[in-house]
């Protein structure tokens, strides 16, 4: 667009102005005899029928330009290497997960997880923490299947993923994430993405459960509402509640929480702190924290830095034996509420 920016505005200027050059130059050659009065008035008419399509011809060039932007990134996804899984009808016995020596690395550069070992036990709470980029998310993402392990073997119960169809680990796995994605369809159909097949009963059950049936019976058409592409028309605090709502739905026996802050003002806070509760219990939970405060209690709690696994334990453990976690609890603390990644 900057680039284009001159050369546009003088086009746009420019051009609408054809009559100040044929004017002037037309009465010349018709007063030196080398146009005919007829031929001047032709072409004074074509001057002004030529514009107004060359003027539409030049916009296209914008729509052009985003049409290359989209392809490039469509092509991007078809280009991507497919996820390789069993088809054969496998069930997962167990909720507990298991990375054995894993290494990972998105488009073969630099690795985001180095060789890491670590167990998250089944209806506990496991909290991952560490600094921005040290690979928090790319566990999360390796454990709902968005990846397959580059190197090592992640395990669900006994079963290595690799031997388990897709399907059936999405069916495990409910993902809450800092960035809900919600389609242009209506607020009930959005909650209904959790299970398909699901009464409205049941999603308006899942949504007083997550806190947001007040909120979405306030909008326009209620639950009738159509939310606007990617949610647009809701704000991120409201986003947050609905894929809550959509988890809770769903009921799969692994959860995992990107424990947004980014979205959260006091007043929602309590109340997605009181639904997030409720979503967890009994569950195999995995929480990536950004606020320690809020996984202080947390089963087991994961220090990662620099796709590594620094240190392991319980906060009380984890603060007598770990350097790296004693700094960030205390960068927390001092910030009164800050965020550490
Ligand atoms: P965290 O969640 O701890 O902030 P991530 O797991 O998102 O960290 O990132 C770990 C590393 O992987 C970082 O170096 C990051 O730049 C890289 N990374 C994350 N997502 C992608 C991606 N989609 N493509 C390429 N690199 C990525």
Redo the contacts with the bound molecule.
């Keep these: 667009m900057k680039s284009a920016q001159w050369a546009m505005s003088a086009y746009n200027a420019i051009t609408p102005s054809v009559l100040l050059t044929v004017l002037p130059f037309g009465f010349l050659f018709y007063s030196s005899g080398s146009l005919t009065a007829s031929a001047f008035v032709t072409v004074i008419i074509l001057s002004l029928g030529l514009l107004e399509p060359l003027i539409a011809a030049m916009n296209y060039t914008d729509n052009i330009a985003r049409v290359g932007t989209v392809m490039g990134q469509i092509n991007e996804v078809l280009a991507s290497s497919e996820i390789n899984r069993t088809n054969k009808k496998t069930d997962i016995n167990g909720n507990s997960i298991e990375f054995r020596n894993v290494t990972f690395s998105?488009?073969n550069e630099?690795e985001?997880l180095k060789n890491i070992s670590l167990t998250i036990p089944e209806g506990k709470v496991t909290a991952l923490v560490?600094?921005?980029?040290?690979?928090?998310?790319?566990?999360a993402k390796l454990i709902a299947g968005f990846w397959d392990v580059t190197d090592g073997e992640l395990l669900i119960g006994s079963s290595n993923v690799r031997d388990i169809p897709l399907e059936v680990q999405a069916e495990r796995i409910a993902y809450v994430e800092q960035n809900n994605f919600l389609f242009d369809e209506t607020v009930m159909e959005n909650i209904r993405k959790g299970r398909s097949g699901a009464t409205d009963e049941e999603v308006t059950a899942a949504a007083k459960a997550a806190g947001c049936d007040e909120f979405i019976r306030g909008l326009d058409k209620g639950y009738q509402t159509v939310v606007g592409s990617a949610g647009g028309h809701l704000s991120g605090g409201e986003r947050q509640r609905i894929a809550i709502a959509r988890a809770m739905l769903k009921d799969a026996p692994i959860v995992i929480l990107d424990e947004a802050t980014a979205y959260i003002d006091p007043e929602n806070e309590a109340v997605i702190q009181n639904a997030i509760a409720k979503l967890v219990q009994g569950k195999t939970v995995i929480v990536?924290a950004h606020r320690l405060s809020t996984i202080t209690d947390a089963d087991n709690i994961i220090v990662?830095n620099d796709?590594t696994v620094a240190a392991h334990g319980t906060h009380k453990k984890l603060l007598d034996s770990s350097q790296l976690y004693r700094s960030m609890w205390q960068a927390h603390t001092g910030t009164k509420g800050g965020a550490v990644?």
């Design positions: 998105y488009d630099k985001a560490g600094h921005s980029g040290s690979g928090k998310s790319t566990v990536i990662m796709g990644s």
